[in-house]
């Protein structure tokens, strides 16, 4: 049997190498601090991708968030959506969740509509990838609201395409 002694040098150099790691990658605690968080998400789109602005699915993608405080409304405007590529969305108007609110944000062209809980991107292309992504919710300020990635084969046990964050 052999013994491997650890001396304090290494092992607070494999502690700083963790912490390093640990504050390099999202922080999903982060995700606690707002009272927006991701609902879910329809990553996948029923039926056969097409992004044709008239005719095409693109609509049936979507992300839906939520005000989970008890007490505070929350106004959109300024809260930026983004995937891993890049590929991102701004809320640039006015549109506010009461407590325990949700707003869905669709894929494609259509009318906001505070009443309808829906806000479209107003482009046709998908956003999410089929297969994996990470999902970005940044509030006005910069700071993470909420974060989630993905994959088909280990976040999708049903794998009709949804995917539930806190319920």
Known sequence: MRIRLVTTTTAAAVA???????????????????????????????????????????????LTVKNYSKSTTVNLKGYVVKDAAGNRFTFTANHTLQPGDYVKLRGGNGTDSDAGNVVYRDNCNF????????????????????????????????GNGYITYHG
């Open 127 to 158: 956003m999410w990838n089929n297969d994996k992504d990470t999902v970005y919710v940044y509030k006005p300020s910069g700071a993470y609201a909420d974060v989630h990635s993905y994959t088909r084969s280990g976040s999708d046990k049903d």
């Open 16 to 62: 700083a190498g963790v912490l390093t790691a640990l504050a390099a990658a999202p922080a999903q605690a982060a995700e606690y601090t707002s009272a927006l968080k991701i609902r879910g998400i329809q990553y996948d789109a029923p039926g056969s991708d097409s992004n044709r602005c008239s005719g095409g699915n693109t609509k049936e993608e979507y």
